[in-house]
């Protein structure tokens, strides 16, 4: 397992005005559910990794998720961000490309993963 530093998020989410290309560093989202904690420890600082929206999930139209190359999800971006990032995920029409930024927290004595990552918005 990784033991990286804890990256703080350059700009805030909820008052950062997106366009086109960019970049954006965000934590994910829905991390220990699901299963998703026995994926993050798998994962390598730099990994590629893809964003996809998804308009039929029934908790949230905007969601984005964010999964391994191979189909493990990992979670989804927040909904504020979501909700902010879905007319440019809507207009690109296929997968956004991102990479893992770095890894947070630790799987033991109870406490659980996070992941931090980066992708430009399409």
Avoid at 25 to 31: L, N
Wanted: net charge neutral.
């Amino acid at each position: 397992m990784n033991n990286n530093i804890f990256v703080p998020e350059q700009e805030s989410e909820l008052s950062h005005e997106y366009r086109s290309g960019s970049r954006v560093f965000t934590r994910v989202a829905g991390v220990t559910f699901d299963g998703r904690q026995s994926v993050i420890p798998r994962l390598s600082i730099g990994e590629k990794i893809l964003l996809n929206k998804e308009p039929a999930n029934p908790s949230d139209r905007n969601a984005i998720r964010v999964e391994c190359q191979n189909g493990w999800q990992i979670g989804y971006l927040n909904r504020h961000l979501a909700a902010t990032l879905a007319q440019f995920f809507d207009a690109h029409h296929q997968s956004v490309h991102g990479h893992v930024h770095c890894l947070t927290g630790s799987l033991r004595q109870g406490y659980s993963m996070g992941v931090v990552i980066t992708f430009d918005v399409p």
